[in-house]
């Protein structure tokens, strides 16, 4: 393992992107029809993913040195010129987390999704390179060209399997990206303006230098970009499109999703950490108490929207605010250990989330059995753009005697599976015991509670004890929405046909439940993880050090006699 | 120069929000298209104003910004427009399936009474 990373890397730092847009090329020229072979390549590609973010997660953690920064030149050309990726512990643990939700999603579309559409695959790999090019760039434009190929890929996902609430949606999510991205460019452009440069950890370097004239114009552009970043994050007041495009989203769709608002998160962090550190004088931590303030109101928006809705796919919908505004006002403290126990719970709550929005599609299908058949065909030539899902087998499925589908028969535990990974999830997202969302906002809390160490006589500031008191608030509100939901759905029914679970769709849930309850078992280590990572970030000299000091690997002709060759 | 890229600037991005806070799916459509011709237009302006300057070297004359143009936004501007050509293509696309999904052009797929 050590010694195949080591012979990978540098080199392994890209393959995060070109393993996904190499899929979607081969998966396009595949064309329209054979669909279970793109499903397997599909599969096969979100599985070498996977294991190439573990690499990166396992270099980051053992053998990166102590902030463990790797930098990549696609181009070879010398910094600040060319494009950059930088893969740190954030990084890494996000692109982890990307490939996790990405191979959930896919396993689930795979038993019936993937047939209610054209080209769901090339999508979803696309989506995917998006967020991991996203995650891995160190230069703003290529944040905002990676931005946009996830963008575009979520526009085409979102209106998969069609109909008119994911159109009527669709056109709300797209123009509000539209105007987001016109934001973004705004806000690069004016940055590049008074820095002179696109790459990050140059700019980082140029703003403590900035003249008190151009500081403001600074100050604007970064606001402006934060403003972009903030749309995609769900940031109270600019989330009312969030709501509708998740819950119109199709269940793996929004699985994927999940992650989505996650990547606003971190492109916050990410730039504010780099250009306004505690130690760049005039401008240090500027923006944070916003951040702060603009948290809170996304989780307060975000907790009264799950207790006031009623249908399963929305409360999830603000449960991804809840999670996103948790996060925005956590890491706008600028304290690393609030920062490490926000990243931590960002893990648990993500994989809980997307988990959920696969269950509720479970749970929606078992209560739709009962009362109207499961033959839906009638339905779709009502509606040529309706719910285009093939309930009847399919021709190659095995029958048994009675002529039922044999993968699609109920297994008697099937109740009590949908059941008690319902529990888990509200448990994770409401932050209640066992489950990691419960560490993760005790981590925040005490550190909240203790902004300078321990020992120290200081006590939070009026902003910590908002968000401490909301946290709680936030949690209590989310369970007590989520068990009425979960009574009304579970326990009031009767009389009511087990069922039927498939395993492709189950296990992806399953496998992030465990996945939850393993961020719990391994919770100090993980807890460490991110701690160093929140470290990294709010001391970014060594990564500044590093981007900058790397050198383009010489060529061959160059350096030989006869380089250069004009 | 600057007054004159100022105010196309200005007028372009004015029209564009008013367009976009417009009820009609086309007009929303159109507001992008000029917001996203504000945009690049200012990220021009973000470069270096200059006339009859170039951004390739040439032989003998000192490669800074007294001599050329800033080449870098003219490259971030090639990639905003064809970015921005092809999201706004998709909108229509999606503005077109509203269309006849609901046989309204407004953009909440139903007519305000």
Request: proline share 6%; hydrophobic share 55%; glycine share 10%.
């Amino acid at each position: 393992m050590r010694s195949l990373i080591e012979w990978l890397m540098p080199h392994l730092i890209i393959a995060p992107i070109l393993l996904p847009m190499g899929t979607a090329v081969i998966m396009l020229l595949l064309g329209d029809t054979r669909r279970p072979l793109k499903a397997v390549v599909n599969v096969v590609s979100c599985l070498l993913g996977l294991f190439i973010a573990g690499a990166l997660v396992y270099w980051a953690q053992k053998m990166g040195g102590p902030q463990a920064v790797g930098v990549y030149l696609p181009s070879n050309w010398p910094i600040p010129y060319g494009i950059v990726l930088v893969v740190d512990r954030l990084s890494a643990m996000m692109l982890l987390l990307s490939s996790i939700l990405g191979l959930g999603g896919l396993l689930f579309a795979v038993a019936r999704w993937h047939k209610a559409g054209v080209h769901f695959h090339p999508l979803f790999q696309l989506q995917l390179m998006g967020l991991n090019g996203a995650f891995l760039t160190a230069d703003l434009f290529n944040l905002f060209v990676f931005f946009e190929i996830m963008l575009t890929a979520s526009y085409g996902l979102l209106l998969h399997g069609s109909g008119w609430p994911r159109v009527r949606s669709g056109l709300h999510y797209i123009a509000v990206n539209l105007l987001a991205s016109s934001m973004f460019l705004i806000g690069v452009a004016i940055l590049y303006g008074v820095t002179g440069t696109l790459n990050l950890a140059d700019m980082a370097i140029m703003v403590p230098a900035i003249s008190e004239g151009d500081r403001g114009l600074l100050h604007a552009g970064a606001a402006i970009l934060a403003i972009a970043f903030l749309v995609k994050a769900g940031a109270w007041p600019l989330n009312f499109w969030l709501a509708p495009a998740y819950s119109a989203a199709s269940a793996p769709v929004g699985a994927l999703f999940a992650i989505m608002t996650k990547l606003g998160v971190y492109s916050v962090l990410r730039v504010w950490t780099l250009l306004f550190p505690n130690d760049a004088g005039v401008s240090a931590l500027f923006g944070g108490p916003a951040l702060v303030w603009i948290g809170i109101a996304t989780l307060t928006f975000g907790a009264i929207g799950v207790i006031a809705t009623q249908h399963l796919s929305r409360m999830a919908s603000f449960c991804v605010i809840v999670s996103s505004g948790t996060l925005m006002a956590a890491l706008g403290f600028g304290q690393p250990g609030v920062t490490g126990g926000a990243l931590y719970y960002a893990l648990g709550s993500t994989l809980a989330i997307s988990a959920f929005f696969l269950l509720i599609e479970l749970v929606e299908r078992s209560r739709e059995e009962d009362e109207k058949p499961a033959y839906v065909s009638e339905l779709d030539m009502d509606d040529p753009f309706g719910y285009p899902v093939d309930l009847m087998p399919t021709r190659d499925v095995n029958l048994d005697d009675d002529e039922n589908e044999l993968i699609g028969q109920a297994i008697p535990a099937a109740m009590a599976f949908l059941g008690l990974a319902f529990i888990a999830c509200v448990l994770t997202m409401a932050g209640l015991p066992p489950f990691s969302g419960f560490v993760g906002k005790f981590v925040m809390l005490t550190a909240l509670l203790n902004p300078s160490g321990v020992d120290s006589p200081a006590g939070p500031s009026v902003a910590a004890w908002t968000l401490m008191a909301l946290l709680i608030g936030a949690g209590l509100l989310t369970t007590i929405a989520l068990s009425r939901a979960g009574s009304r759905y579970f326990w009031a029914p009767q009389n009511r046909p087990a069922p039927r679970l498939r395993v492709i769709e189950s296990l992806p849930i399953g496998a992030m439940l465990v996945l939850v309850a393993v961020l719990v078992w391994q919770a100090d280590p993980i807890l460490r993880y991110t701690n160093a990572a929140a470290r990294g970030l709010h001391d970014p000299k060594e990564y500044i050090g590093t981007v900058i000091s790397t050198k383009p690997v010489p060529s061959p002709t160059a350096s030989g006699e006869g380089g250069l060759r004009r | 120069m600057e007054i004159i890229l100022a105010m196309v600037i200005g007028i372009l991005g004015g029209s564009g929000v008013w367009l976009v806070l417009r009820p009609r799916t086309f007009q929303v459509l159109m507001g992008l298209s000029l917001l996203s011709y504000a945009v690049n237009l200012f990220i021009f302006a973000m470069g270096s104003l200059s006339l009859d300057k170039e951004p390739i070297v040439r032989p003998g004359l000192v490669p800074n910004l007294e001599n050329y143009t800033d080449p870098l936004p003219q490259a971030l501007v090639l990639t905003a427009i064809v970015i921005g050509f092809a999201t706004s293509a998709l909108f229509l696309v999606v503005l077109l399936a509203s269309r006849g999904l609901s046989d309204t052009d407004h953009v909440d797929g139903e007519e305000r009474e």
